[in-house]
């Protein structure tokens, strides 16, 4: 550590550069679309480039997929579900998923560099959140393909067939270890569609799918915009769509579903509720409420980003938040110090710094750190807005970056009314010492998940979904793997 005071924080120390190596990681220049165990390129030709958002720098170039592609990957995935994935014992599936899970353990510290330099998101989360949870993932699946008796006692289980799967960018290889895990081990074959911005740790997926021997077709990676996804959800021979995203994109997706016979689960955006009462440790809370909506920059889905404090602590709490945040170190993702890395794209700060100004017009009282941000690249400060009302902009809508709205309450009826009124109900946080209240706020909150004295925690074992626009369906654990098959009573 630099025995260094920062001029503007006099409580403040900074910490020697500490980054980690790119050196072990290869990145090729041009990557085509994986069908088949085979890089084959793009019908069109087309290629868009990903940069890294820390310094706008472009990475590689990546093979834009459009509907005959998609085609061909689907095409691939029916005939390795037919003659293959089909037909092989559930034990031959656990351990194809098992030595893939073991595979990516090997290369996590590949995969983590990767991932923080195509998403902007600091190298301490990517190794130790974002790639561990990935391969948990696969070993907690591989473990429930030849026990699908146990897991549905009674009933008898049937594969879906080819599931088409799209991801956003907020978690790229957890999202995609999330969807194909569960897809495989319940003997379905796969067609995913990366997000375009982070399309880089799951084609490194497709190198080892390709190096564990997994057959041919049976995991398919193929990328693209928008207009790839469009075209995967439109291909007739898809009996699943599984998608991670946008609230808006969810609704024309189910929308084109409509009459298809297609299955589908959805698990959309969020505007997750953080409740603080005057028993709670508050130092903790303070930790769990900077871990709630600054961990990865803002961009998760079920982000504690609207916080409820008991008004009697109100103050002490902004304060101490306060102080917290000028801790907090912006910077190189790649740095393991840093603890707020880049925005993901030009496009979300864009949103970002748009929601900001909204919360400034409306009259909201602004906090953000002093100090200049990194000449290149996508940043934004951790944001906290106080006074504002329960029917601002910025209380209702997913603004999916550092920006946190606080209100306070007096009674536990009028939190319950004010974190229920929101169009989404995907998570919730709730910080008391008193187990009776965890309890009557659990079942009180339309939040598919309720932590207690803890923010963003995930497990493999625990499903994961939403409630009204955050989507339907659960991921994790065995609803998620109920998801991905007929159940016959
Ligand atoms: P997005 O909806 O813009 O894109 C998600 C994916 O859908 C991308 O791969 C994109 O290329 C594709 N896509 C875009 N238009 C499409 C179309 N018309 N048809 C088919 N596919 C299409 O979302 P995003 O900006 O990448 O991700 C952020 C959103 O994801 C946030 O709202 C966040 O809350 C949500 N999210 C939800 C969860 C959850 O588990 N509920 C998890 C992570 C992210």
């Not at 025995?3 to 006099?10: F, I, T, Y």
């Not at 960018?169 to 990366?194: D, Q």
């Not at 916080?307 to 002490?316: G, S, W």
């Not at 945040?325 to 790649?334: A, Q, R």
């Amino acid at each position: 550590m630099e025995n260094k005071k920062n001029a503007s924080e006099d409580h403040q120390w900074l910490y020697s550069p500490s980054l980690e190596s790119t050196s072990h990681i290869e990145i090729k220049d041009k990557y085509e679309l994986f069908i088949n165990n085979e890089w084959i390129a793009p019908t069109s030709n087309k290629y868009f480039d990903t940069i890294n958002p820390a310094d706008e720098k472009v990475l590689s170039k990546i093979a834009w997929a459009n509907a005959q592609d998609v085609d061909k990957a689907v095409k691939a995935a029916r005939k390795a579900y037919d003659e293959v994935w089909s037909k092989i014992s559930a034990g031959d599936r656990s351990k194809y998923i098992f030595r893939l899970a073991r595979m990516m353990q090997e290369k996590a510290r590949e995969l983590a560099v990767i991932e923080t330099l195509d998403a902007g998101k600091p190298i301490r989360e990517s190794r130790d959140i974002d790639v561990p949870l990935a391969c948990n993932h696969f070993f907690y699946y591989a473990g429930w393909a030849d026990k699908l008796d146990y897991a549905f006692p009674n009933q008898k289980t049937e594969s879906l067939g080819v599931v088409g799967q799209i991801i956003p960018w907020n978690f790229p290889l957890m999202m995609a270890a999330w969807k194909i895990a569960p897809a495989l081990a319940a003997g379905n074959t796969v067609v995913l569609k990366p997000a375009e911005t982070t399309s880089l740790t799951a084609l490194k997926l497709a190198e080892i799918i390709k190096e564990a021997g997994i057959p041919p077709g049976v995991i398919n990676i193929i990328t693209g915009h928008g207009d790839t996804g469009e075209a995967l959800v439109k291909h007739p021979d898809i009996n699943k769509i599984a998608f991670t995203g946008s609230t808006q994109v969810g609704k024309a997706i189910q929308k084109a579903l409509v009459g298809t016979g297609k299955r589908s689960t959805l698990e959309l955006g969020g505007k997750s509720a953080n409740i603080i009462f005057d028993d709670a440790p508050i130092d903790q809370a303070v930790e769990g409420i900077v871990n709630g909506i600054f961990f990865n920059q803002g961009h998760v889905c079920c982000a504690g980003s609207r916080l409820y404090v008991q008004e009697n602590i109100a103050e002490k709490l902004v304060e101490k938040l306060k102080h917290r945040m000028k801790s907090l170190i912006l910077g190189n993702p790649l740095d393991k110090n840093t603890d707020i890395g880049a925005i993901n794209s030009r496009e979300q700060l864009q949103t970002i710094e748009k929601y900001i100004q909204i919360g400034i017009q409306e009259g909201s009282e602004i906090f953000q750190c002093e100090g200049a941000l990194p000449a290149n690249g996508f940043y934004c400060k951790p944001t906290i807005f106080t006074n504002v009302s329960q029917s601002s902009v910025l209380s209702q809508e997913e603004i999916f970056g550092p920006v946190l709205t606080i209100q306070t309450f007096r009674t536990i009826d009028e939190v319950i009314q004010k974190a229920n009124n929101s169009p989404y109900g995907l998570a919730a946080g709730v910080w008391t010492d008193k187990g009776s209240k965890i309890f009557n706020l659990t079942s009180k909150l339309k939040a598919g998940v309720v932590w207690a004295n803890t923010y963003n925690k995930f497990d493999p074992a625990s499903p994961f979904g939403g409630y009204k626009e955050s989507g339907f369906g659960r991921e994790g654990g065995m609803h998620g793997l109920g998801a991905y098959l007929k159940i016959i009573k």
